[in-house]
């Protein structure tokens, strides 16, 4: 059923990118001579024409962090960013609901600090991992992306975070690690959709790469976006970002990371093999059984100019990643 | 006191007429003041599908409710119940052209003759387009008997519409299985009734020629 939501803010009225990135530098700069307003400073980063959105500055060992982010010299997509209450609004998190709106409504008691990693599998340093000191030896990079999901709609997001390769480098994978599987929290007490009689995905939700897909610098783990925290609809604390992957390829609040000899069974894959592989990965050759992956529809799209762009193959990354798949059968490997 | 009857039946006619409107204004509403999400269109789309939806399964309710409970009254929303489920799935069409694919008949050529479950639904319209037309009482008097085999089409278009949204299921069933739970009670009444009318032509057939 349709429920009316207060009135929100025009396209035309959200900050564009390079203002955006102004400010960001800007108060780069402020900080550096006054880091005592730093708490208050990650709200005034977000000031701008979100007045009426909601912020979230994440967990206080990270928001310093958060400001001392640098830009990575390449991973910055040009396309206009998608305005910030969209991103936080418009979410797929069946764990929270299987309708957009879901996530964001119900995702906001979701405890994300303190939060624990358990890496294990193939490799030297296996163990359990406090996020902070998961995150505390690397510098966070900020990276604008696409993001492609599966059906059919696209956003461009300012992601903050780490390289998913330095972060295994410091786990020390064996030679037999091959793969690496992650996974979400199980939580039905927190998660209501785990709960769910007449849903089809096996909790928690598990998904994977290839060890050198994980390796590419273009992977990454997301720990904020927009300068501040992730939203716990987005998939606080910790999230993948493969951005030349289809959207449920971004694996959400992972608890677990286990590196292996053979192909990790994602949760999609299980649910429904003939429609979603492995790989995922971007490809307007291949149609999804039941729709077209040709075309996107970028968001937010107008009601009588659609916003309907090509899709690239590999989201538009192609020149990053096509050589991890030369010679394979995309087809078959979708 | 006739009068007042008549009146009444009046009023609750336009309370109903009117009243199935109001989905549609609240997303005309919700378009306007630009508070349907940060996808609009697939909302917009999806709720005119939805009230299709409903009001299909409302004309098909109709008959076994009005026999179960003996209210004659009921009868003459039949046809509204099923025009306004005609109305919300060309605006759900419509819409779809419009807002997700702008009219680009390449786009639109490809996902009616591909995807299994825009078919389905493309079928089950063209199917009550005929319906639609033939719904005003001048219609049924020219076509008679024809007039009833023509309208139960509308079996068939409720089977395909449920087959439209099951199609589209990702991981949840549960919107789907209470259409199915409840259509299938509809079109169950229909059958068992139908068996038992029947049984009772048959009997009264070995009756009479037993006698």
Redesign the interface.
Known sequence: M?I?????I?SSEITSESIYQQRRSFMKAALGVTSAVASSSVLALTNYELEDEKRYPGPKWLQQKTQDSVKHPSFQAKDKL?PY??VT??NNF?EFG?S??APAKRAQKFVTDPWMVEVSGAVAKPGNYHLEDFIKPHTLEERICRLRCVEG?SMVIPWMGVSLADVIKHFEPTSKAKYIEFTTLHDPKQMPEQN??????DWPYVEGLRLDEAMNPLAFLATGLYGQGLPPQNGAPLRLVVPWKYGFKNIKSIVKIRFTETMPRNTWYE?NPREYGFYANVNPAV?HP???Q??E?R???G????N?IETLPFNGYAEEVAHLYKGMDLAKWY | MVLTQKIKQRVLWWLIFSSALI?VI??T???V????????????VL?LGVWALNFLWVSLAITPIRKLFGWKSLAKYRRMMGLYSFFYLTLHILAFT?????W?IS?LV??IT????AIVGFIAFLLLLPLAITSTKAMQKRLKKNWLSLHKLVYAVSLLALLHIV????????EA?VYGLILSWLLGYRYYKKLAANRARDFKKNVATHN
């Open positions: 349709l009316l939501k207060p009135q929100k025009k998608t209450g969209d609004t418009y069946y299987t957009k709106d709609w769910a009689t007449f849903g089809t995905l649910t149609d039941r729709w077209s040709a075309t529809r968001l937010p799209s009601l009588f100019s659609p309907r | 989905p609240i997303l509403v919700g378009a003041q630009q508070n349907l999400g940060a996808d609009p269109a697939k909302v917009i709720e419009t807002f997700i694919v702008g680009q786009i490809t996902e591909e995807r299994p479950y199609w589209q299921i990702r991981s949840d069933y549960s299985l």
